[in-house]
């Protein structure tokens, strides 16, 4: 950019550490400590509950969450929630992983297994002698019973495909809006579990096609899985939408795939990084819903209104405190690092746009850093034409660039008058032709 171009205010509007710990009275921030296991694994059920603990094992050792103890926790947690249900794959693997490390009473239960494995047999053959004889006598709604009980049968042995297509192929004998409602939801928590989030998406719409089956129970449900879905799909405004719009009815009734604590952190992180102002105040803050899950999570709540107050500093620590556990989350953890760059840019967006000169230190104070890589983050947000504004290194102040509103005032009244005057003749010579009569006819050749 040109000197020319540009217009500066003088050095009179130097911001202080904007959101610095001397302008306002300390919080409490939360602490550090590491990720209780046993209260987070209670807020969930099911298969999930499971999945959540393997993945807290797997990631557990990773330097940025730098706990390692966790991982033996997880596990022995693991294999005693498994130990409840029929899943032998699922107990191989755990002890497998756990590899004698907990002693005798963690190792492979083989005779475990092995009566598992022969009781799924009998059953098995059981529901396939039922479904055949339902399909002789052409009952459909013992059919769909049938193939239903198939895909609980499936699902509760960790045989996810075939549970897909069992619940799938219920669909060709549903009767009413409540048995759609049913195969969708059934199909919607497998393909959650499988990682397979456009049935996720395809069903939530057909789902939503039948609003008279639809209680506000399962809208919420719907809404969560919306969410997860868009999240994935890193579609972060729309996840926060369906997030926000989940009702607070919801509760523990969706805890084999997500906790209410879920709803505000996924929820209240993707509006951060993507809302502006207006939308964070009237849909997120102002969302009497919503509030109650934020409620839940007080540090999600505190660090939202830190950051629509301008207290970037507490925000970003907040942050900071969360990160270790966000990223033991099975459906966050690959979100994290993006949506935490989207927040930091948003907040250093705002920080500048008030004031026309900023002293890099004070900022860099206010965020946390040093002046040296507050200068980098600038200089790409100013490069990417997100931040109006130059750099002058030498003294370590950026100068925003401000528009000329004066100027820029007096040539929209100059065009607006040009464009009246440019009307009001086209109309005189109009209305002059019409007076006179004067019409141009085409003249037919001869």
């Given amino acids: 950019m040109d000197a020319d171009d540009e217009t500066f205010a003088p050095i009179t509007d130097e911001v202080g550490a904007n959101g610095g710990d001397e302008q306002r009275s300390r919080r409490p921030i939360i602490s550090g400590d590491h990720l209780d296991i046993e209260a987070y694994a209670s807020l969930y059920s099911g298969r ?12 557990s050792s990773d330097e940025k969450v730098g706990n390692p103890s966790m991982n033996l926790e997880a596990l022995r947690m693991a294999y005693d929630e498994i130990k409840k249900g029929e899943n032998t794959q699922l107990m191989r693997e ?28 009998q059953k098995k053959e059981k529901l396939d002698n039922e479904l055949n004889a339902y399909r002789t006598n052409l ?87 919306a969410g997860l879905a868009n999240l994935e799909a890193k579609k972060y405004k729309l996840a926060a939408r369906k997030f926000l719009e989940t009702n607070p009815e919801l509760g523990s009734h969706y805890s084999e795939v997500i906790a209410p604590q879920d709803v505000a952190t996924y929820g209240g992180l993707c509006a951060l990084a993507t809302f502006d102002r207006t939308e964070l105040k009237s849909k997120v803050i102002d969302n009497l819903n919503f509030r109650n899950f934020l409620e839940l999570v007080p540090e999600v709540r505190e660090l939202i209104n830190d950051f629509y107050s301008s207290h970037y500093a507490s925000c970003l620590e907040y942050l900071g405190n969360l990160k270790a556990n ?39 104070n206010a965020f946390k850093t040093t002046v040296a890589e507050l200068q980098k983050e600038l200089e790409a947000l100013i490069t990417d034409n997100q931040i109006q504004a130059r750099i002058d290194s030498h003294n370590k102040i950026l100068y925003a660039r401000h528009a000329d509103q004066r100027n820029a005032t007096f040539q929209r009244v100059l065009e607006t008058g040009r464009e009246f005057d440019r009307d009001v003749r086209s109309m005189l010579l109009r209305s002059n032709l019409v007076k006179h009569d004067y019409n141009v006819r085409q003249f037919r050749k001869l």
């Fill in 139 to 225: 009952i459909k709604e013992s059919i769909r019973m049938g193939y239903n009980d198939f895909g609980d049968f499936y699902y509760a042995h960790g045989q996810l495909g075939d549970a897909f297509k069992s619940y799938v192929r219920t669909r060709d004998y549903c009767t009413t809006s409540k048995h759609i409602v049913h195969m969708c939801m059934s199909v919607i928590l497998v393909s959650i579990e499988m990682g397979q989030f456009t049935h996720v998406t395809s069903y939530v719409n057909k789902a939503e096609q039948a609003p008279d089956a639809l209680d506000s129970i399962t809208i919420a449900k719907l809404r969560c899985a």
């Fill in 48 to 59: 999930t509950k499971i999945m959540r603990l393997l993945f807290i094992a797997d990631h």
């Fill in 94 to 121: 755990v002890a497998q992983k756990i590899n004698g490390r907990l002693g005798p009473s963690y190792e492979l239960d083989s005779a475990w297994c092995d009566a598992v494995d022969h009781r799924a047999e």
């Fill in 326 to 364: 966000l990223l033991l989350d099975i459906h966050l953890h690959d979100h994290v690092e993006t949506l935490y760059d989207q927040i930091r840019h948003k907040a250093l967006i705002q920080y500048t746009l008030p004031f026309v000169s900023v002293d890099l230190s004070m900022m860099a």
